[in-house]
């Protein structure tokens, strides 16, 4: 009995510990998916047509898509989206990108991937796992703050694909990526949430994608501010 107890005091003493090590791992994803907003539009000949910012109805930030195996195919990276709401941006989603090798100028470096949604349905589209370039079209962003959506590349595309490995950001093709959702991460975050707001299957990531962002917890608050700062308003347009 005694040796039973004391296993049991031994397991609990490092549960705090493990759950803090969780909460710091995401915390630290929620900060560096904020620097990289930062970093996309710290060089303006270099950044994302500011009309394009303009017309985003969501943004997605994956930092650090690393490679993960042997061959095309082998990459994995872990970040976060917001959409646009009436009420500003929306309560974000942890997500995913695995596969694809984004892009021949990436090749072994880590990467910072942003991705930009211009469709009207985005948010309903990034509520669900889908390869980017198959139902989804996607395309290398534009750089340049006074390159015009109407009359260069008159978003012709539902997404628009930014990386950085080394230096500064540049248009990518992500094609072939697949687009994932991160429960697992949602519903440490949204633990205090009412269950049909913890992001815990798609119908749930929706409706976080679909509310304005100003009671999202704490953890959060980075990306949304850098959000707020870098892309811009996050009411959409009535």
Not at 58 to 86: I, M, N
Not at 180 to 206: C, F, H, I, Q
Request: hydrophobic share 40%; proline share 4%; charged share 20%.
């Amino acid at each position: 009995m005694r040796y039973s107890r004391l296993a049991l005091l031994t397991l609990f003493s490092f549960l705090p510990l493990s759950l803090h090590s969780q909460d710091a791992k995401l915390t630290a994803r929620v900060q560096r998916a904020a620097e990289v907003l930062s970093e996309l539009v710290a060089v303006p000949d270099k950044a994302p047509p500011t009309d394009l910012l303009t017309q985003a109805t969501c943004v997605a930030v994956v930092p650090g898509v690393v490679k993960v195996g042997f061959g095309v195919g082998g990459r994995a990276g872990y970040g976060l989206a917001s959409c646009r709401t009436d009420e500003g941006w929306s309560m974000p989603t942890f997500v995913g990108l695995k596969g694809g090798s984004f892009g021949f100028q990436i090749g072994g470096q880590s990467a910072d991937i942003v991705l930009v949604f211009v469709n009207a349905d985005a948010g309903r589209i990034a509520s669900s796992t889908f390869n980017l370039g198959g139902g989804v079209s996607v395309a290398a962003g534009p750089v340049g703050r006074n390159v015009s959506a109407e009359t260069d590349y008159k978003l012709k595309s539902e997404i628009y694909s930014y990386s950085k490995s080394k230096g500064l950001f540049a248009g990518v093709d992500i094609s072939g990526t697949k687009w994932e959702l991160d429960y697992s991460a949602n519903m440490k975050a949204y633990m205090d949430a009412a269950p049909k707001s913890r992001g815990e299957s798609s119908e749930s990531v929706r409706t976080l994608l679909a509310s304005g962002g100003a009671s999202a917890p704490a953890i959060f608050k980075p990306f949304l501010e850098s959000l707020e700062k870098n892309v811009g308003s996050g009411t959409t347009a009535k």
